[in-house]
């Protein structure tokens, strides 16, 4: 009866079946008699997310009150929707949820304790509250029965938005109300939703309210306590290169840093399957069992086993899995203030270094360019490589202005002794179509140097257009592929390519001029003269 009064508090009135922190296999069970999912040869399970298969950002919003008003960084990310449209579709939302058979969770994020957010979770479907528990961090048994949530987070896939009615622009959604602690998710299935709300409810409250950066990105500690974080957009390697076997996982993408640690927001993982295998990643391919979602995957004819290969729903197929389903994960996940920043960039022009050390300035400029490139396949009207930047590497999350990560970034760069490095995790000897992907061997080897610090005593070379340093060796890789140029048949070309991604640098900069020091400016590609 607790639990009843505790949703009719807030606005669901149960008129079917209320299931509260189900065990994992009772979600399963749950999910196989509803016919929404089947167990894989692995034991997983497998669930469609249906319409949508990845975030749509441009149905965002925040509700702009006295809160936010002056806060929050409006504009093409952060959409602004009104207090008066909140109440009404809460409303709408919590009434289709009433009639319901819904899944409650109570779960938290933050593994540090001065900063845990406690959060309720009502979903519409049991996988989706799978995916729930594996991917926030778990109550003890005994913290249950006096939980109490912070944030609500509601999400109701088969509840259709009417634009004209809602103020919605079409009838999927997710809106943030930072005043009430509400986050509504409608008309779309897609899980990644309830991770990235949470996510940009912690980048909202923790630099501005505790002065602590928020961070998209991985991260490790070797057995010395020495601690690596792993900067990258989606697809450029973050999960991947931070699931290292001879190193403990603090995280695999989103993390906080104040003056003493760098700690996990979540519980789990949520890794990207595409061409997934046992040998290039073990330790992902070794946690999709019984227990972990996977979404969107097909399998080879016949069987149940999953065809890593195959994207003919999308390419954006995931694992959802508790950070424990990975050997050495890191119990607590809390590390020490980080010795080595790597910032992850799959350039699929070919022209930047598979391995370069940033000075202060030039870390600051690549945090907020947060560059990397979508290729040719992708998606549709893709011919050609396509620059992407993402401030901070994770400009979709912000609800404030990158410049106030930016500043966090800088101000702990220059009172800790860091090094930070460029990893071009994409092509060498020319572009996507002409070049090769860089070996994962390869950029593990790098990555392995300069944890063993084979490094430290290396000639470096400075790049003529980018002023990166260029190790002039490195243990484990070919000398010629650690200078782009040289792998390219005709240097020309190579030439007229990196000028061109250059530019696109500059051209990209130009909105943060005004926010950035000397330093940083100075940070810029060698000829941002030339070419302004």
């Given at each position: 009866?607790?639990?009843l009064?505790?949703?009719?508090?807030?606005?669901?009135?149960?008129?079917?079946?209320?299931?509260?922190?189900?065990?994992?296999?009772?979600?399963?069970?749950?999910?196989?008699?509803?016919?929404?999912?089947?167990?894989?040869?692995?034991?997983a399970?497998?669930?469609?997310?249906?319409?949508?298969?990845?975030?749509?950002?441009k149905?965002?919003y925040?509700?702009?009150?006295?809160?936010?008003?002056?806060?929050?960084?409006?504009?093409?990310?952060?959409?602004?929707?009104?207090?008066?449209?909140?109440?009404?579709?809460?409303?709408?939302?919590?009434?289709?949820?009433?009639?319901?058979?819904?899944?409650?969770?109570?779960?938290?994020a933050?593994?540090?304790?001065?900063?845990?957010?406690n959060?309720k979770?009502?979903?519409?479907t049991?996988?989706?509250?799978?995916?729930?528990?594996?991917l926030?961090?778990?109550?003890?048994?005994?913290?249950?029965?006096?939980?109490?949530h912070?944030?609500?987070?509601?999400?109701?896939?088969?509840?259709?938005?009417?634009?004209?009615?809602?103020?919605?622009?079409?009838?999927?959604?997710?809106?943030?109300?930072?005043?009430?602690?509400?986050?509504?998710?409608?008309?779309?299935?897609?899980?990644?939703?309830?991770?990235?709300g949470?996510?940009?409810?912690?980048?909202?409250?923790?630099?501005?309210?505790?002065?602590?950066?928020?961070?998209?990105c991985?991260?490790?500690?070797?057995a010395?306590?020495?601690?690596s974080?792993?900067?990258?957009?989606?697809?450029?390697g973050?999960?991947?290169?931070?699931?290292?076997?001879?190193?403990?996982?603090i995280?695999?993408?989103?993390?906080?840093w104040?003056?003493?640690?760098?700690?996990?927001?979540e519980?789990g993982?949520?890794?990207?399957?595409v061409?997934?295998?046992?040998?290039?990643?073990p330790?992902?391919f070794?946690?999709?069992?019984?227990?972990?979602?996977?979404?969107?995957?097909?399998?080879?004819?016949?069987?149940?086993i999953?065809?890593?290969?195959?994207?003919?729903?999308?390419?954006?197929?995931?694992?959802?899995?508790?950070?424990?389903?990975?050997?050495?994960?890191?119990?607590?996940?809390?590390?020490?203030?980080p010795?080595?920043?790597?910032?992850?960039?799959?350039?699929?022009?070919?022209?930047?270094?598979?391995?370069?050390?940033?000075?202060?300035?030039?870390?600051?400029?690549?945090?907020?360019?947060?560059?990397?490139?979508?290729?040719?396949?992708?998606?549709?009207?893709?011919?050609?490589?396509q620059?992407?930047?993402?401030?901070?590497?994770?400009k979709?999350?912000?609800?404030?202005?990158?410049?106030?990560?930016?500043?966090?970034?800088?101000?702990?760069?220059?009172?800790?002794?860091?090094?930070?490095?460029?990893?071009?995790?994409?092509?060498s000897?020319?572009?996507?179509?002409?070049?090769?992907?860089?070996?994962?061997?390869?950029?593990?080897a790098?990555?392995?140097?300069v944890?063993?610090?084979k490094?430290?005593k290396?000639?470096?070379?400075?790049?003529?257009?980018?002023?990166?340093?260029?190790?002039?060796?490195?243990?484990?890789?070919?000398?010629?592929?650690?200078?782009?140029?040289?792998?390219?048949?005709?240097?020309a070309?190579?030439?007229?390519?990196?000028?061109?991604?250059?530019?696109?640098?500059?051209?990209?900069?130009?909105?943060?001029?005004?926010?950035?020091?000397?330093?940083?400016?100075?940070?810029g590609?060698?000829?941002?003269?030339?070419i302004?």
């Amino acid at each position: 009866m607790e639990y009843l009064e505790s949703l009719k508090n807030i606005g669901i009135i149960p008129d079917k079946e209320v299931y509260w922190n189900l065990s994992e296999p009772q979600l399963i069970s749950q999910t196989l008699r509803k016919s929404q999912g089947v167990i894989t040869s692995s034991g997983a399970l497998a669930c469609d997310t249906g319409e949508f298969t990845g975030r749509s950002p441009k149905d965002k919003y925040i509700v702009m009150d006295y809160e936010t008003k002056d806060s929050v960084w409006w504009g093409e990310v952060n959409h602004p929707f009104m207090p008066e449209d909140f109440e009404r579709l809460y409303m709408d939302v919590t009434t289709h949820l009433s009639g319901r058979d819904i899944y409650v969770r109570d779960a938290y994020a933050c593994a540090k304790q001065e900063y845990r957010l406690n959060l309720k979770v009502v979903t519409e479907t049991p996988w989706a509250n799978l995916f729930v528990n594996n991917l926030f961090l778990r109550p003890a048994k005994h913290e249950l029965a006096a939980f109490e949530h912070e944030w609500l987070i509601l999400c109701a896939p088969e509840f259709k938005a009417i634009p004209e009615i809602h103020k919605t622009r079409r009838h999927n959604f997710t809106i943030i109300n930072f005043t009430k602690k509400i986050i509504l998710i409608g008309g779309s299935a897609y899980t990644g939703e309830i991770k990235k709300g949470i996510f940009t409810v912690l980048n909202y409250i923790l630099p501005f309210k505790k002065n602590v950066l928020s961070m998209h990105c991985s991260a490790n500690v070797g057995a010395d306590g020495d601690t690596s974080v792993f900067f990258g957009l989606s697809g450029t390697g973050k999960t991947t290169l931070s699931a290292d076997p001879s190193r403990k996982l603090i995280g695999d993408d989103e993390h906080g840093w104040d003056n003493e640690s760098v700690f996990n927001f979540e519980g789990g993982c949520y890794a990207k399957c595409v061409n997934l295998s046992e040998e290039k990643e073990p330790q992902i391919f070794s946690a999709i069992r019984f227990g972990t979602l996977l979404e969107n995957v097909r399998f080879f004819d016949g069987t149940f086993i999953v065809d890593y290969d195959n994207v003919s729903v999308t390419e954006n197929t995931r694992a959802a899995y508790p950070i424990d389903f990975i050997d050495n994960a890191l119990r607590p996940s809390v590390g020490k203030i980080p010795q080595n920043i790597f910032f992850l960039t799959c350039d699929a022009f070919g022209v930047l270094p598979p391995i370069s050390k940033l000075s202060v300035g030039q870390a600051m400029y690549h945090f907020i360019s947060g560059y990397t490139a979508k290729v040719a396949g992708t998606e549709a009207g893709v011919t050609e490589p396509q620059t992407t930047f993402s401030a901070c590497f994770g400009k979709p999350f912000l609800p404030l202005h990158p410049t106030k990560y930016a500043e966090l970034l800088g101000k702990k760069l220059r009172e800790n002794n860091i090094n930070v490095w460029l990893i071009n995790t994409g092509w060498s000897g020319g572009s996507y179509g002409t070049g090769n992907r860089i070996k994962l061997a390869y950029t593990r080897a790098m990555i392995a140097a300069v944890l063993d610090r084979k490094l430290e005593k290396t000639d470096f070379i400075q790049d003529s257009v980018f002023g990166l340093q260029i190790p002039a060796e490195c243990d484990g890789v070919p000398s010629e592929i650690l200078h782009p140029k040289n792998t390219w048949t005709d240097q020309a070309w190579y030439d007229e390519k990196a000028l061109h991604l250059a530019k696109e640098f500059v051209q990209n900069f130009k909105s943060f001029e005004a926010f950035a020091d000397l330093e940083t400016l100075n940070g810029g590609p060698l000829v941002r003269n030339e070419i302004k």
